[in-house]
């Protein structure tokens, strides 16, 4: 069963700008998005992803290819997907890398969030954290 992790504070319909996303260094990568806040203004939000290992984002005319129940779950709210093949393939490829290292790991989840007409992006990822914009990586 899939988990809700995070949900966007108001109606996607009250996405002013974005969402837009960033890769940073470091394995990292971030949606972010302003909205209307409470007193009229914009606030700006998002997420920040670290321990990235790969990430996809799905538009307009492929949304189709996102099974619907998957979509509606992600719609406006960040959920893990408990069983992939996609998380699958890549647990399978990190034991098989990390077999040979003394590199410690977490376990990677399997990520997804859907806006309107898209994006839908997914991300697999060691964890995920909500910021805002003063506390955003630059």
């Excluded at 992600?74 to 590199?103: N, V």
């Amino acid at each position: 069963m899939n988990r809700a992790l995070w949900k966007l504070p108001v109606s996607a319909t009250a996405i002013v700008r974005g969402p837009f996303f960033r890769v940073h260094p470091h394995r990292r990568c971030e949606i972010s998005f302003s909205i209307e806040g409470e007193a009229g203004g914009e606030e700006a939000i998002g997420l920040l992803f670290d321990g990235v290992e790969t990430f996809k984002c799905t538009y307009l005319a492929s949304l189709g290819c996102i099974e619907h129940r998957l979509f509606r779950e992600a719609y406006a709210t960040l959920i893990s997907l408990e069983e992939s093949a996609w998380l699958a393939a890549i647990k399978k490829a990190r034991s098989e890398y990390y077999s040979k290292t003394s590199a410690s790991q977490k376990e990677p989840q399997h990520l997804m969030i859907c806006f309107d007409d898209g994006p839908c992006y997914e991300i697999i990822c060691e964890s995920f954290q909500a910021i805002t914009r003063a506390s955003a990586i630059d």
